[in-house]
T-cell receptor, first 114, second 112 residues
Framework: NAGVTQTPKFQVLKTGQSMTLQCAQD?????MYWYRQDPGMGLRLIYY???????DKGEVPNGYNVSRLNKREFSLRLESAAPSQTSVYFC?????????????FGSGTQLSVL | GESVGLHLPTLSVQEGDNSIINCAYSNSASDYFIWYKQESGKGPQFIID?????DKRQGQRVTVLLNKTVKHLSLQIAATQPGDSAVYFC???????????FGKGTKLSVIP
């Protein structure tokens, strides 16, 4: 029972480089989310996808793009990484088409931008 | 918008004692609250949730209390165990809103 799987677990980028964070869930959930977590801060929503084929901005979308590839997969792309994007990124999924239900989180990607 | 905050960034309790983690929110129209536990190096894990039409909800060794008058909720953990050591987050959502606002977290340390 894998749940929500994120890759990679760790990544170091130089300013201006691009990368894609991958996320896949095997629970047949409708909704998927990308959050970032900074030291001493709560989780902040970057983007979400309420259902396959739809994506919407969250609280902090600037500098990111997302793709809901299919029902299982939701990727987060940094086109030109900046030091301010140094953070831990979490992907999550939920059965319901809204956040205000039980979310299942992946184990996170630690990203450092130098 | 909603603002959710925890009262204490850290909390230390003796193994076997009860733990109480407190959280305050700003939006009186908030109608859904949820608690997550995050162990070191892992993603948050659902503990329990409560809707505003309830004052109390119990799970396995955990109880969430909601006081809408003072806009406060608490998570009580009975007979705290070393495995309870983690960061605990509360989050809330306003009525009609799909978006959760997370607090900053309280780090619970259990002393053997």
């Amino acid at each position: 029972n894998a749940g929500v799987t994120q890759t990679p677990k760790f990544q170091v980028l130089k300013t201006g480089q691009s990368m894609t964070l991958q996320c896949a869930q095997d629970m047949n959930h409708n909704s998927m989310y990308w959050y970032r977590q900074d030291p001493g801060m709560g989780l902040r929503l970057i983007y979400y996808s309420a259902s396959e084929g739809t994506t919407d901005k969250g609280e902090v979308p600037n500098g990111y793009n997302v793709s809901r590839l299919n029902k299982r997969e939701f990727s987060l792309r940094l086109e030109s990484a900046a030091p301010s994007q140094t953070s831990v990124y979490f992907c999550a999924s939920s059965e319901a088409e809204r956040q205000r239900e039980k979310l299942f989180f992946g184990s996170g990607t630690q990203l450092s931008v130098l | 918008g909603e603002s959710v905050g925890l009262h204490l960034p850290t909390l230390s309790v003796q193994e076997g004692d009860n733990s109480i983690i407190n959280c305050a929110y700003s939006n009186s129209a908030s109608d859904y609250f949820i608690w997550y536990k995050q162990e070191s190096g892992k993603g948050p894990q659902f503990i329990i949730d409560i809707r505003s039409n309830m004052d109390k909800r119990q799970g396995q060794r955990v109880t969430v209390l909601l006081n809408k008058t003072v806009k406060h909720l608490s998570l009580q953990i009975a007979a705290t165990q070393p495995g309870d050591s983690a960061v605990y987050f509360c989050a809330g959502a306003g009525a009609g809103s799909y978006q959760l606002t997370f607090g900053k977290g309280t780090k619970l340390s259990v002393i053997p």
